[in-house]
């Protein structure tokens, strides 16, 4: 079983819809979380940290439950910029590297 | 932000020669560099943790002989694939922090590595 797992799309969206990507961790010592996004033959790119206690960041809204180890990622009025991979990362107690899960690929449509 | 670059951005070689990465931090000071590993279609896979001065830590199944990392100064660490295959064929990528509290990781580039 993968330490974090993503459904990996890909979600195909028209621009202005809402859409929601979900994200489970295995590790019950995670510690940070984060969400990235990924465009084609990049680097991976902070979107935004995860907090318990849920936090926005204009149209992103992120949301983490620790005790059911799962993190989410909603996307409103979503725009043609949007389109890209978003990863799920998280850190652990002890353990400065990050862990990434596959990505959930998003498409938005015109 | 912090900007760590990453060189060269491709390469292609054949099989068997050695291919050298480097990555480094250009406004910070850079205590840890991480160097990942990701295949299409895949996530990032850590391959080793480098620490300024010491010898890097590697990954379970990651070969430290094929896969040589440097890490000499503050601002920039190597990677060296040795002996490359085709099955090494990836794109490497590497991060850098300077630690602190929230130790943000700055992402390189990437270097795009096609072994013939």
Known sequence: RKEVEQDPGPFNVPEGATVAFNCTYSNSASQSFFWYRQDCRKEPKLLMSVYSSGNEDGRFTA??????????????????????????????????????GSGTRLQVQP | GAVVSQHPSRVICKSGTSVKIECRSL??????????????????????????????????????????????????????????????????????????????????????????
């Open chain 1, 63 to 100: 949301q983490l439950n620790r005790a059911s180890q799962y993190i989410s990622l909603l996307i409103r009025d979503s725009k043609l910029s949007d389109s890209a991979t978003y990863l799920c990362v998280v850190t652990h107690t002890g353990r400065r590297a990050l862990t990434f």
């Open chain 2, 27 to 116: 406004d910070f000071q850079a205590t840890t560099m991480f160097w990942y590993r990701q295949f299409p279609k895949q996530s990032l896979m850590l391959m080793a943790t480098s620490n300024e001065g010491s010898k890097a830590t590697y990954e379970q199944g990651v070969e430290k002989d094929k896969f040589l990392i440097n890490h000499a100064s503050l601002t920039l660490s190597t990677l060296t694939v040795t002996s490359a295959h085709p099955e090494d064929s990836s794109f490497y990528i590497c991060s850098a922090t300077s630690g602190g509290i929230q130790e943000t990781q700055y992402f390189g580039p990437g270097t795009r590595l096609l072994v013939l």
